[in-house]
């Protein structure tokens, strides 16, 4: 959770405001616990950074409190829930109607103000402007040639006792997680010689991991999943599910795409 040069505070020691995620209430986060060791929150840092650097913007400078108290539309410095009732009990309902349904009248942030099948916008950056769907850059559709080196979709969901990267480095959930495993079918691992239990490599042209083989009918036949992230250092030989993963961005909003990636497996001895 904390970087070796920069230490930052988790959830439980440092101020906050969790804006509404899929719901309609904003909730406040107070700090539990003093900040242990020399860990300060990353706002902290930014402030010291900007004050090293000679950086005068107020915005720079301004505490957590104020930044909340800012975010909404507070002039009180001391915290944005005396605003909307968070200081009081912790959490509190946005300001909208009790039912709320935005886009009922249409209003949707089109040039017609309605839910677009063609979208003259998208056309005019060059996109497709009717919904469609797109290959994969790795797959037997858009790439035979790689996908006869590597003919296996993987997927790297984050295991059971991580928290993506997080906790992942805790002896109590390294010991419930065993060791990094593949999940594959059986008609893919008999193809492989692979059996339940054996130690296999993952492999494409960007890399390879080691992990063990959990063959399962849960998987679909053509795709392996690893749960994952499992910091390089417990991973047996120092890789991970990273050594293999695509770095290629999606076409219109520059996203990863992790999930965008083909491998192969091989059976290691024993």
């Known amino acids: 959770m904390r970087g070796a040069t920069l230490p930052a505070t988790s959830q439980l020691e440092h101020r906050d405001v969790h804006t509404a995620y899929g719901h309609l209430y904003a909730v406040a986060n107070t700090p539990a616990i003093a900040p242990l060791g020399e860990a300060r929150p990353n706002s902290e840092v930014f402030r010291l950074l900007a004050a090293r650097l000679g950086f005068t913007d107020p915005a720079l400078h301004a505490s957590d409190a104020a930044v909340a108290a800012a ?121 492989r010689g692979v059996e339940d239990g054996a130690p296999v490599r993952v492999h494409n042209a960007r890399g390879s991991f080691r992990a063990r083989a959990v063959v399962t009918e849960r998987i679909r036949r053509g795709v392996i999943a690893t749960p994952s992230v499992w910091w390089q250092k417990h991973a047996g030989d120092g890789q991970n599910a990273n050594a293999v993963t695509s770095s290629a961005l999606t076409d219109m909003g520059g996203g990863p795409v992790f999930y965008d990636c083909l491998v192969e497996v091989e059976r290691l001895p024993d």
């Open 71 to 191: 975010a909404f539309n507070t002039d009180d410095p001391r915290s944005a829930g005396l605003a909307c009732g968070l200081a009081d009990q912790g959490w509190a309902r946005l300001a909208l109607p009790e039912a709320f349904a935005p886009f009922v009248s249409g209003g949707f942030p089109t040039p017609s103000g309605k839910c677009e099948f063609f979208s003259q916008s998208l056309a005019e950056r060059g996109h497709d402007p009717l919904p469609a769907w797109i290959a994969p850059h790795e797959s037997a559709v858009s790439n035979p040639g790689l996908a006869a080196r590597y003919p296996l979709a993987m997927i790297s969901p984050p295991a059971r006792n991580f928290l993506n990267s997080s906790f992942a480095n805790l002896p109590r959930w390294l010991k419930k997680e065993a060791a990094p495993c593949i999940e594959i079918h059986p008609a893919d691992a008999a193809a």
